[in-house]
């Protein structure tokens, strides 16, 4: 259930980003030069992630409060009726400066969305798993992201190659948009059959019978800073890698260098494909070594592979293209297949949703915001693609640094300690960071 949950919603946030680097800069902001209108597109690409944060924080709340099921629900609800609505929204040959505005309202809802979804699908998923399986459980809330992915550049995909320009332009790019109705139905499915999990109960009853009323989202912030500071830092290499692999490249092969749209989404698809065994891979092999040592190898493998990355995409050969993006994708699983377990397992259940969620959130919202405008911005000011290579370099290495610096969960038996505090109804303890 949180698998598929999770294809479809992100399969809702990746055809936005997918249209910001084919349609949007046209469309939403008609400007001379396709540059600005490039930017701007992705501007509005990087507001969703400065909502995440935003989404984990509120729904974190309510999932560590109210429950897990009720806080994922309402987050799919959010995010198919937000997505619907993109895909009816006037141009702004139609409604002028209004259209953008909207624009830029709606995806801030997908962004609040999306922050809430991802902690109720990888809790469910992990809470509910075997000791000693949480990686490989934690990995099925993740295949929605290459399920998402594969569903979003197949659909453009067929799309592009069964229309023209001038209707693909007119009304081609809404029907993506407009399947995004099926999250509703899919959030409605998860509200009758979805059951609760047993650590969020005990959590809940024992936050009632222990009389706190401190928010969940204050609570971890002063018990486990170390921990989300960390994490988000670990995150980074993740956003960065992922967006500038199946977003910036987009915009890079088809404006840069000319390629046709078809080969390149071909390229991502293949990529995306091969995710879904890689992720519940690397998933089951964190079980067995470690969180630590599989994440920080996909990590240092980003800011390795960046540089050969862009000198593959400069063939313009297909085969290369893909190898390309295919290598990035695969290291991005490397890290995101033990994710899900690795965070889960560094927060305590009372406030395990909004730790995990505000952590990953804030990581990526750091390290894939801005990765897009970042990358444009720099290719065309140097006219090179080696500061863009460089980019992801130095947020690879920040990310190795903070995984180094967090301890290993995988054998964990107890949940881990919060830091000392000065708080009068806080017992002092040393966090297990």
Not at 312 to 340: H, R
Request: glycine share 10%; hydrophobic share 50%; with cysteine.
């Amino acid at each position: 259930m949180s698998s598929a949950g999770s294809a479809i919603e992100w399969f809702d946030f990746f055809i936005y980003g997918t249209a910001a680097a084919l349609v949007f800069n046209t469309l939403f902001f008609p400007a001379s030069d396709p540059l600005v209108g490039t930017l701007l597109a992705f501007m509005t690409f990087a507001i969703g992630f400065v909502a995440r944060p935003l989404g984990g924080i509120v729904f974190g709340h309510f999932g560590d409060r109210v429950g897990r099921k009720p806080a994922l629900v309402t987050a799919l609800f959010l995010m198919g009726g937000s997505t619907t609505l993109i895909g009816l929204l006037p141009t702004y040959d139609v409604i002028g400066p209004a259209a953008p505005v909207l624009l830029v309202v709606l995806r801030l809802l997908q962004g609040i969305a999306v922050g809430g979804q991802w902690g109720g699908a990888v809790l469910i998923a992990t809470e509910n798993a075997p000791r000693g399986r949480r990686g490989l459980y934690g990995s099925f809330a993740q295949l929605g992201v290459p399920a998402g992915l594969m569903l979003s550049s197949l659909v453009f995909l067929v799309i592009t190659s069964t229309l023209d320009e001038q209707q693909f332009t007119s009304w081609g790019w809404r029907v993506p948009f407009l399947c995004s109705i099926a999250l509703v139905l899919v959030a409605l499915f998860a509200q009758f059959k979805l059951e609760e999990t047993a650590d969020s109960q005990e959590a809940r009853e024992d936050r009632e019978e222990s009389g706190t009323s401190r928010s969940p989202i204050v609570e971890v912030l002063r018990k486990h800073p170390k921990n989300v500071l960390l994490a988000a830092g670990a995150v980074v290499v993740v956003g960065a890698g992922f967006y500038l692999f199946v977003t910036y490249m987009l915009a890079y092969g088809t404006t840069v260098l000319g390629m046709p749209k078809s080969t390149l989404l071909n390229a991502v698809l293949v990529g995306a494909a091969l995710q879904v065994p890689a992720l519940m891979a690397f998933g089951a092999l964190s079980d067995r070594v470690g969180r630590r040592k599989v994440y920080l190898a996909g990590a240092a493998g980003m800011g390795l592979w960046a540089y050969p990355a862009f000198l593959l995409m400069n063939t313009e050969q297909w085969p290369l293209v893909t190898l390309a993006l295919v290598v990035g994708q695969l290291l991005f699983a490397t890290m995101y297949g033990p994710q899900a377990a690795f965070f889960s397992e560094l927060f305590s259940a009372r406030v395990r949703y909004s730790g995990a969620s505000l952590g990953y959130q804030l990581g990526i919202m750091l390290g894939g915001a801005f990765t897009p405008i970042i990358a444009t911005w720099l290719e065309a000011k140097y006219d090179s693609f080696v500061p863009v290579a460089g980019f992801l370099v130095a947020a690879a290495a920040i990310s190795c640094v903070c995984v180094l610096v967090l301890s290993e969960t995988y054998r964990q038996e107890s949940e881990p300690q919060p830091q000392a505090t000065v708080d009068a109804d806080d017992e002092p303890s040393l966090t297990a960071s």
